[in-house]
């Protein structure tokens, strides 16, 4: 009876911790839902002047044209859904320090000092490099991207003035036979095609994040990155390729930029296995490998 007793002391002392651990997480998640919400409704007030400043790119392709710049509501609800969806990103940008903190206050009593001096640096440097990514495509890629889709239309898309404020004559137009076409982009398709672009360029400048956390836990190397080189040429290519229209400016800018994140990624894996190996060498834990002192042989 005594044994029983005490296996259900121990059953009972194991549980108290994942106990602890599921309410701090779910006080994690409350705070980090509340500031999402808090911040979507902010936006929400607000969504007209998102909507403007996402929607520069294209206003100045067209009105490099001479066009006007003006998108359509396909739909009845569709300006409704498109104050949603600007909400819900703006929102998502805004409450995402908070989130962050949150998530970083729900892992941090579970790691060692070195190990939050190591994991630190990334949490910061992620958002970061996401805002120039992000800023490299609204302000380089959308408009080649715009420029080049744009160059499809054809015909009297806008007829020359004569000087005297009336409407062009019908010779002009009859001087155009083709049938034209001309550009009526929908809010939300165009929204969609942004928002894309936006987080795939977000998403791509994480990589010297990524590897580079990598390097850190020894789950690669710079010798390992840099034998692979050739590979990732390849598969930069055809992500420059597929995320960019077909156009040569703009998959060169894309692939130079990405290339180089890579270069850099290289780098700085060296700079990290050199200041490890240096703090096991001045520990006296260093140990040679034998391939590297038969490449130096």
């Known amino acids: 009876m005594a044994s029983k007793t005490d296996k259900d002391d121990e059953l009972d002392d194991s549980s108290a911790p994942l106990i602890e651990h599921l309410a701090e997480l779910r006080t994690r998640i409350i705070w980090s839902l509340l500031a999402f919400v808090s911040a979507m409704v902010l936006c929400y007030t607000v969504w007209n002047p998102i909507y403007n400043f996402l929607t520069q790119p294209i206003c100045h392709a067209l009105e490099a044209r001479d066009q006007e710049c003006g998108l359509i509501l396909l739909k009845l609800q569709e300006g409704f859904f498109v104050a949603i969806r600007i909400s819900l990103l703006g ?6 320090p908070i989130i962050a903190y949150q998530m970083w206050r729900f892992v ?18 992620s958002p970061v490099m996401f805002f120039l990514g992000a800023s490299f495509a609204y302000y380089i890629i959308l ?11 054809q015909g009297p898309l806008a007829l020359p003035d004569d000087g005297t404020g009336a409407e062009p004559a019908a010779e002009a137009i009859a001087d155009n036979p083709m049938a034209a076409i001309v550009f009526q982009g929908s809010v939300d398709e165009y929204l ?19 590897l580079t956390l990598m390097g850190k836990a020894g789950l690669v190397s710079a010798v390992g990155l840099g034998s692979v080189r050739k590979y990732a040429v390849v598969a930069i290519l055809m992500l ?15 692939f130079t930029v990405v290339y180089g994140l890579y270069e850099i990624s290289i780098y700085l894996v060296r700079r990290i296995e050199k200041r490890r190996e240096a703090e096991l060498r001045a520990q006296g834990l260093w140990v040679e490998d034998e391939d590297e002192d038969e490449g130096k042989a």
Do not use: C, H, M
């Not at 420059?240 to 703009?250: E, I, L």
């Open 108 to 125: 941090a009593p579970g790691l060692y000092r070195n190990e939050k001096q190591a994991f630190l640096p990334f949490l910061v440097a």
């Open 192 to 210: 969609s095609l942004t928002t894309k672009f936006i987080l795939a360029f977000g998403l791509s400048f994480q990589l010297p994040v990524l």
């Open 240 to 254: 420059a390729a597929v995320a960019t229209p077909p156009d040569v400016v703009s998959q060169v800018v894309l």
């Open 143 to 153: 408009p080649l991207a715009y420029d080049f889709f744009l160059g499809f239309q």
């Open 91 to 96: 929102g998502f940008v805004l409450a995402f």
